[in-house]
């Protein structure tokens, strides 16, 4: 359906789970025994049940919607097989994929269209609410909050917008750093367009191989050079929204007064305000010249302390990514072969076992990156830090896409694995660092069990940080889904109360919105309700992400 | 009322008209002929009216209204006395000076508030919203844009909701980079509060010495030097808007995720969702390093094309003003004594009679100014412009808050003066420039007078830059209201056709809401309409700034 390779419907990456590799294979032997002597966890086979096995309840799809839509979009764009619906029945959160690998597949759309541009979208999205049919717009399918849940109270059928068939560079102002393009484009074939005219978008997040910038736009993406780079949010000039009420035409680079900014209001809006189908983007000059270095700091508080000083003096390098003493041991005994035993040598040679690895990165002119790391280097050294040399760089940068594939290997073999993620200014950060670590031992522990919870500052900010956290833990056979769903519920609320935000870069989705009012209050949580009755007013757009259930906690 | 200076009621500056220097004073006989010999104007006194005699029509505020307002606020904090109301009664634009210095001040508030803080704003606000009287919050009068219009289809009574005792920094939090103020505090105010912290804001737009960070804020206001601090919309971390319908509070520093950008919808609601109360802003270590110069360019497209390739690789100065060749020439004209004769010393010596312009300046830690100034030297001298010292760049900053004096004294010698501002990507700016140019000589153009129209860009963005624009015309005495407007629509059309935004840091406000439909469309119109009802349902809250009337152009 689509030229650009499409997730397992069971994992990460183009292959199925018949081809994957043993654990073995992929994570080394030291890397084996820490993990089970930190979890007791004893690794065994749970492997997802074959494709063919997945449960697919049939289409509930009217059919004289059916002919309605294949009139409007063609018969070739209008799929209810198996694999089509398959494909799109969720996204990739570990609650996502054990479902799905437990045979389960209930959330899938019943039918997928593909619209070809902005008004096939707008009559598209006229006529699903005249007919009370859900849209849920699907991109790369990457999200793991839960965005493409397609849950509704009343139970109406539902088609995924598959984004695929408006994935086009239109336009590209080279002078004014500007290019037009479809939300179904990916990284790759994105940067693949721009580089003959020597320009880079530079968004890279680690899903950057399958997801699309109309996900990004809806869900408000980071990515791992967003600290120099922006945020996509920074990134976006201008947007087309369909909606069942019309067109939204938004943004008037370079920036405009004229009233609050509609442009915000569309990003993040996760489908629950329309579909977006064009995007104007600012691109940057190919970067010329680019630095990757490691660094070691003695401890978590010393790392903060220097990011923050960088932070504050606007000297952060584009990349910035802080792993805690946990993720630095992990990567240690991760890293494989040569490299590992030389990163291990180095941080010997300099007194160093373990501590708090930094990773940092500067792109662009020459002149300037020698600049900004001339600067950075001796506050960096005042915290106590040490260089431990660009290997360790350039071996993150290769590295920089592999957990997702490495975290179904781990399903494989009887783990839980999970991230999630938040931000907090400076001053709250460590705080919300303690509070998340403590309420996921608190929950995850066991009789001898417990999980191995691992952090880093990956996004910095002149007044705060984000903070990743990846925890694995020793699965619960039973009752999987509830010992993740009680976790997360205890992280989130200890968070939100230490003063994080609920999500810095993952969206609100279906998991996170019975605490958008923590975040936005309740006449927050009325006003996007106003706006989403105006644009939306039969709510078919998505209704199962942002919007809490009216009820409250859903 | 307020311990700060206030503006004088007909024009710019705390003292009164009386006191006012002539125009000979302060402007070089060289400019004065300059200008008589460009605009066919004969200089001739137009003063204003007394201001005792300036016809205050009685306040229309019901006595039962009074009474509860003073139960809620104190006697000291509601007033109708004649200076208290005139004072209030409207902004700063030319019209609105034309107005006042006529004597007619009937747009004025029937009665000034002065709530003491959030609660006590919503309790005011929710009060009025019950009785139908009106609510315009008054910063520091400054608006340029018919902001503080008070206009009300109803007629309604209307209150000016003076932000004076919400004016001081309630946190300073350092690791962060952010303080916490109330919206009535002033630019003087803050930098020197923040100075003992070594901390700066840096947002300085010309009336620096009078606006408020709330009208900041509320109008998405840009400063001199925003190309580097950024725009006042990129300092505000979060806020506080006190609504007829409850209290928000939004942004959630450094970043989130969390749908779409709520406070971004405050930003820029000019009072038409209620009153901002708070805010949270990004600060910065005042700066250790300054250098600021002047560059001479030969032509207005080699200077246009210079900032670009700045633009484009990030080597932007955090101050960028490049003036066209008849704001040049004013310029040299306006400067008098030694330091233009040095001035045009120094132009001559390097074969420039004339050319454009450009004032640019670096702030911040000594080897970051030095390493941006050296790479962006050459960019410079790749597009022709030479360097003329660092006395014009110093000069610039001496003056750079004078124009609004000099504007009342040109006011006073029977000419039109006013001012303008869009902006657009460097593709089209251009096209802008020659279409706002054409536009505003064809309407102020009449037998042997031409306006002369100056225009320079001072805030560039990777994707383009703003446009200022001031225009001198010899004033049609007998209608000189119906003769800017006229000249303001065409210039507004022609600048909108050409594809520059509505305003890039003026606001909407009473004179450019029959175009915002042009910049956000008709659905962009009706879902801030959407947003106004569920947060001002009895449209109580500023109901002349902004939204359109509902039956088109007003």
């Given amino acids: 359906m689509s030229e650009q390779p499409e997730l397992t419907v069971q994992g990460w990456g183009p292959g199925g789970a018949s081809e994957a590799p043993d654990l073995a294979a992929v994570l080394p032997k030291a890397a084996r025994r820490h993990l089970a002597r930190e979890l007791g966890w004893t690794p065994r086979p749970t492997p997802p049940v074959a494709v063919d096995e997945i449960r697919l309840p049939p289409s509930r799809l009217p059919a004289d919607v059916h002919a309605e839509l294949v009139a409007l979009l063609g018969e070739d764009h209008v799929r209810t097989d198996r694999d089509a619906r398959l494909r799109r029945a969720g996204g990739r959160s570990y609650t996502d994929l054990l479902r799905r690998r437990a045979g389960d597949a209930s959330g899938a759309p019943d039918a997928v269209v593909l619209p070809g541009g902005t008004a096939q979208t707008a009559a598209l999205l006229a006529l699903c609410s005249e007919r009370g049919v859900l849209v849920v717009p699907f991109g790369g399918g990457t999200s793991v909050v839960g965005g493409l849940a397609g849950a509704d109270p009343d139970d109406r059928p539902s088609l995924a917008v598959d984004l695929a068939r408006m994935a086009s560079l239109a336009d590209v102002d080279v002078a004014s750093s500007l290019v037009t393009v479809g939300p179904g484009m990916r990284g790759p074939a994105l940067e693949a367009a721009l580089a003959p005219h020597a320009l880079a978008l530079g968004h890279l997040p680690q899903s950057w191989e399958f997801a699309t910038v109309g996900g990004y736009a809806a869900t408000r993406s980071a990515g791992q050079a967003s600290t120099g780079v922006g945020r996509f949010d920074d990134l976006v000039a201008g947007l087309t929204l369909a909606t069942p009420s019309g067109v939204l035409e938004l943004g008037h680079p370079p920036a405009s007064a004229a009233g609050p900014d509609l442009l915000g209001l569309a990003l993040g809006s996760e489908g629950a305000f329309g579909v977006v189908t064009e995007l104007r983007l600012r691109v940057r000059p190919a970067p010329r010249a680019a630095r990757y270095e490691g660094w070691s700091f003695r401890s978590w508080a010393d790392g903060l302390a220097g990011l923050q000083r960088l932070a504050r003096h606007d000297l952060l390098p584009d990349v910035v990514r802080l792993s805690d003493p946990d993720e630095t041991r992990a990567t240690l005994l991760n890293a ?154 205890a992280a989130t609320d200890a968070l939100l109360a230490a003063g994080g935000t609920l999500t810095h870069h993952h969206a609100v989705g279906a998991d996170h919105r019975p605490w958008l009012e923590r975040e936005v209050g309740p006449l927050g949580v009325e006003v996007l309700r106003a706006v989403k009755q105006r644009l939306d007013p039969r709510g078919v757009c998505n209704p199962g992400v942002l919007l809490p259930d009216r009820e409250g906690f859903s």
């Fill in 336 to 489: 494989g072969g040569t490299g590992a035993r030389l990163l291990r040598g180095a941080l010997r040679a300099r007194g160093r076992g373990g501590g708090c690895l930094l990773v940092v990165g500067w792109e662009g002119l020459a002149p300037l990156v020698r600049a900004r790391r001339g600067a950075a280097r001796p506050v960096l050294r005042e915290h106590g830090a040490v260089p431990i040399g660009r290997r360790v760089g350039e071996s993150w940068r290769r590295h920089r896409y592999a957990a997702p594939y490495l975290r179904d290997r781990l399903m494989d073999a009887g783990l839980l694995v999970e991230t999630l993620e938040t931000a907090a200014t400076w001053t709250d950060l460590p705080a919300v660092y303690d509070a998340v670590r403590a309420a996921l031992r608190a929950s995850l522990g066991r009789e001898g069990r417990q999980p191995l919870v691992m952090s880093h500052v990956s996004h910095g900010y002149p007044t705060g940080a984000s903070l990743y956290v990846t925890v694995l833990a020793d699965r619960d056979d039973a009752l999987p889904l509830q010992q993740w769903l009680t976790a997360k519920r």
